[in-house]
C-alpha cells in the first residue's frame, strides 16, 4: 500500500478515484454518442481530461470522507466552505463547458476544429476558468 509519510494518507484512494471517473466518463460519452472504438483514444483522453478537472481540485482540496465528497458534488449542504463552493462550482462549470461545446459538434463536420472532441476539450477548459473566476469573484466580493 503506497502511503504519504508526511499524512498517512493512502495514494490508493486518488487512484482508484481518478480510474472511476475516467471510466464513467468513457461511458457517458459514449451514452451521449461517441465512437466507441473507432475513436477510442479521442474519446478516453476526453475522458482523462474530464476526471483530472474535476476530482483532481475535489482530491486535493477535499477530505477524503465519503461524506463530505458527497454533500459537495451532489449539492447537499446549505452552506459551503470555500473549499467546498470551488469543487462544487469547478465540478457545475466543467460539465457545462464540454456540454456546450459538444453543441459546436452538430453545426459542420468538415472544419478541422469542429471534430469530436476539440470542441469538448475547449468548452471544458473554459469552465474550468470560469469556476476560477466565480471563486475569486465570491471570494473578492461576497
Not at 480510474?19 to 478516453?44: D, H, K, N
Amino acid at each position: 500500500m503506497w502511503l504519504n509519510m508526511a499524512t498517512g494518507n493512502s495514494f490508493i484512494f486518488p487512484g482508484l478515484v481518478l480510474s472511476g471517473g475516467i471510466a464513467v466518463f468513457y461511458v457517458i460519452a459514449v451514452l451521449f454518442g461517441a465512437p466507441i472504438f473507432s475513436q477510442f483514444y479521442e474519446t478516453m483522453l476526453w475522458s482523462t481530461l474530464m476526471s483530472s478537472l474535476i476530482f483532481i481540485p475535489c482530491l486535493t482540496l477535499l477530505q477524503w470522507t465519503p461524506n463530505e465528497w458527497t454533500e459537495t458534488l451532489l449539492f447537499i449542504k446549505s452552506r459551503y466552505t470555500m473549499r467546498q463552493f470551488y469543487c462544487a462550482v469547478n465540478a457545475i462549470a466543467v460539465l457545462t463547458g464540454s456540454w456546450i461545446g459538444a453543441a459546436v459538434l452538430l453545426l459542420d463536420w468538415d472544419t478541422q476544429w469542429k471534430v469530436w472532441p476539440i470542441p469538448c476539450y475547449i468548452g471544458s477548459l473554459l469552465g474550468g476558468v470560469v469556476s476560477l473566476l466565480i471563486v475569486i469573484m465570491r471570494r473578492l466580493f461576497w
